[in-house]
């Protein structure tokens, strides 16, 4: 005969841990996100030699210079 007992870690009390794990980090991940676009969207950039940009190159990321922040 198998003992069940409701709030053993297969039960209720698992389903909770869990899912307040994975709203934790939900939360955390969405915190981070939000703070990286907040640090993006503030830096302004000035490209250099555009004549040089191609559609699909990796050297692209070199032709833009991070000049100042927003006040």
Known sequence: MNKRNIFSLHGISGMLIATTLLLSILVGLTIWAIDAQR??????????????IKMINKNNASHYKIIGEKQ
Do not use: P, V
Request: net charge negative.
């Open 39 to 52: 640090e993006s969207a503030t830096k302004f950039y000035k490209i250099e030699n555009i004549q040089d």
